[in-house]
């Protein structure tokens, strides 16, 4: 039998023509996946959109709680809608205040739209997120000045009260150094410049096992000082006044600014201060005090730091903050300076 044999021309036009099919198959699969990938990241784009929406409408709700429920709920829904959740266009915004009115969560949907996924029949899916935020004072609290005063000498009133640290007698005094990260004028100038870095609890939280500091001993007068002055002198003169570095809300507590909050990063400012409060100062040079709870106090001038007292003056504030040294969310305490507000969820 004779075998016959394609022309080699014929063979190169049937092997273009497999490669060209393949080629066409292999497009559609790539632009299809591609138009896909386009669409995916359209959609996880508009979720974080809603994502910071819903962040921000929960805080914003928060700061309100628990003094005004009411004014918590429309507060969310307005910040909801400045960050683009728009219920008139479709969007969905449920916002609800706890029983206990002190978190609100805030769940945002919206229907996103499929660009190139409609060829293969997807129109649309739904992009959602939630958030809640809660109110509360520290349960635990590092950042704070190695400095006790006393219940009795605050006041939130909005004067200026001065401040007066007497070694020589505590009891001279309305402020006392504590022993909190340790011993000795160095440790204590340098808690005075960063904060302490020891976690304390104060005795108003539940969850509080021992709430007792001891006072130092010694002649601090110096390294209280050096480090006051630290504080001035690196703090920008745009952030060196009380009012620009608070505002007031309506129930009389004081929100911090930016960018001069003393409690984010690289900030402007380090007057605005956290120190605890305690119930009486020791009748010797080194006994243990016990913490009630925390507030804050913006320094305004240090009047004199020499021999064996300091004075400095400062406003006591009950501030709203959420400062990012070490510390725990504890229950609402209205006696305490400080109330944070913190996304929980």
Same mark, same amino acid.
């Given at each position: 039998?004779?075998?016959?044999t394609?022309?080699?021309s014929?063979k190169?036009d049937?092997?273009?023509?497999q490669?060209?099919?393949?080629f ?9 996946m ?5 669409d995916?990241?359209?959609i996880?784009h508009e979720?974080?959109?809603l994502?910071? *929406?819903?962040?921000?409408?929960s805080?914003?709700?928060a ?16 910040w909801?809608?400045? #960050?683009?959740?728009?219920? *008139?266009?479709g969007?969905?915004l =449920? ?11 805030v769940? /945002? ?12 029949g ?5 992009a959602?997120?939630?958030?809640? *935020?809660?109110?509360?004072s520290p349960a #635990?609290?590092?950042? /704070?000045?190695?400095? &006790?005063?006393?219940?009795s ?9 001065v401040?007066k640290y ?5 009891? #001279? ?10 011993n000795?004028?160095?440790?204590h ?16 939280q ?6 007792t500091?001891?006072?130092q ?9 050096d480090?006051l002055r630290?504080r001035?002198t690196?703090?920008s003169?745009?952030?060196d ?8 809300n ?10 001069c909050?003393?409690?984010?990063e690289?900030?402007?400012s380090?007057?605005? /201060? ?14 243990e005090?016990?913490v ?16 064996v ?23 609402y305490?209205?006696?305490? &300076? ?6 929980v =969820?």
């Amino acid at each position: 039998m004779q075998r016959t044999t394609r022309p080699l021309s014929e063979k190169k036009d049937g092997e273009r023509g497999q490669a060209l099919v393949v080629f066409v198959l292999s497009a559609v699969v790539l632009f299809g996946m591609t138009a896909l990938a386009i669409d995916v990241g359209s959609i996880l784009h508009e979720r974080r959109d809603l994502q910071n *929406a819903a962040d921000a409408a929960s805080l914003a709700g928060a700061l309100e709680l628990p003094q005004d429920p009411v004014l918590a709920e429309l507060r969310a829904q307005e910040w909801a809608q400045n #960050n683009g959740v728009d219920v *008139a266009g479709g969007d969905s915004l =449920d916002v609800s205040i706890s029983a206990d009115n002190t978190s609100v969560a805030v769940e /945002v949907k919206r229907d996103a739209s499929f660009i190139f996924g409609r060829v293969l029949g997807l129109t649309t899916v739904e992009a959602h997120a939630d958030a809640t *935020a809660r109110t509360g004072s520290p349960a #635990n609290l590092a950042g /704070v000045l190695p400095f &006790g005063v006393l219940e009795s000498a605050i006041n939130y009133d909005g004067i200026p009260t001065v401040i007066k640290y007497d070694a020589s007698n505590p009891t #001279n005094g309305n402020f006392a150094p504590l022993r909190i990260d340790g011993n000795g004028s160095a440790v204590h100038e340098e808690s005075i410049i960063n904060g302490s870095t020891t976690m304390i609890c104060g005795a108003s939280q539940p969850t509080c096992t021992d709430p007792t500091q001891g006072t130092q001993t010694g002649n601090l007068v110096g390294a209280t000082r050096d480090g006051l002055r630290y504080r001035f002198t690196h703090t920008s003169p745009s952030c060196d006044q009380f009012n620009e570095v608070l505002t007031v809300n309506q129930d009389g507590s004081y929100k911090v600014l930016a960018p001069c909050n003393p409690f984010t990063e690289n900030s402007d400012s380090l007057l605005l /201060v956290l120190i605890p409060v305690i119930d009486a100062f020791p009748q010797g040079a080194s006994e243990e005090v016990t913490v009630l709870y925390f507030t804050g106090i913006f320094l305004n001038e240090i009047n004199q730091c020499t021999g064996v007292s300091c004075e400095v003056t400062g406003t006591f504030v009950k501030v709203v903050a959420d400062p990012t040294t070490d510390a725990d969310l504890g229950i609402y305490d209205p006696t305490s &300076g400080v109330k944070f507000v913190r996304l929980v =969820d």
